[in-house]
């Protein structure tokens, strides 16, 4: 089944260590998200790649850094992660075709902890 | 600012009840909204409204979006237990962009 799959599901990491969270897809979709999402909030877009290029959203910390090496991969870094940053990260894919948007397909995300 | 609004926060009912979930938005460019299901995990898509008063419908989930009202409810009728779940709306803003609510959590109870 096509699908967006992400690694690790669980990943701790201590204050100020660098950590890269991953995002596979195999729908061919030319856009790639990545949200951040904290307990009992709505999930909030950080940035995101239509094929090679990159958007990032005004408000997110330089903190936070993506890659996409190719369609497939879009990897999220957080250099520098503070206790703050402790969260759901959410992949999702989408067509990026019509005026009127498409639906974003999700991974089932990574949870983040900060020690 | 973009907003989209979600109500209730959290909502607990009985098997086989009808529920309605409730989103409103202000946004300053409107292209579609969506619903999503997440339970532990992803979120799983629903609907995606464009057209005001056409009504979606997948098995006992409905949507309808009110455009000049500016927004949309879900209906889950004979509610179950697999139904508890947090349900999320989100409004495309265009160029890519979702805007979320923070969503509704459910709880149905046998």
């Known amino acids: ?115 | 600012e973009d907003k989209v609004v979600q109500s209730p926060l959290s909502l607990v009912v009985h098997e086989g009840d009808t529920v309605t979930l409730n989103c409103s938005y202000e946004v300053t460019n409107f292209r579609s909204l969506l619903w999503y299901k997440q339970e532990k995990k992803a979120p799983t898509f629903l609907f995606m409204l464009t057209s005001s008063g056409i009504e979606k419908k997948s098995g006992r989930l409905s949507s309808i979006l009110d455009k000049k009202e500016l927004f949309s409810i879900l209906n889950i009728t004979a509610t179950q237990t697999g139904d508890s779940a947090v349900y999320l709306c989100a409004v495309n803003t265009g160029f890519q962009k979702l805007v979320f609510g923070t969503g509704t959590r459910l709880l149905v109870s046998p």
């Not at chain 1, 596979?24 to 940035?47: C, D, E, G, I, R």
């Not at chain 1, 239509?50 to 497939?72: C, G, H, I, L, V």
């Not at chain 1, 402790?86 to 498409?102: D, V, W």
Request: hydrophobic share 30%.
């Open chain 1, 1 to 115: 089944d096509a699908m967006v799959i992400q690694n690790p599901r669980y990943q701790v990491t201590q204050f100020g260590k660098p950590v890269t969270l991953s995002c596979s897809q195999t729908l061919n979709h030319n856009v790639m998200y990545w949200y951040q999402q904290k307990s009992s909030q709505a999930p909030k877009l950080l940035f995101h790649y239509y094929d090679k290029d990159f958007n990032n959203e005004a408000d997110t910390p330089d903190n936070f850094q993506s890659r996409r090496p190719n369609t497939s991969f879009c990897f999220l870094d957080i250099r520098s992660p503070g206790l703050g940053d402790a969260a759901m990260y959410l992949c999702a894919t989408s067509r990026g075709t019509g005026s009127l948007g498409s639906p974003l397909h999700f991974g089932n995300g990574t949870r983040l902890t900060v020690t």
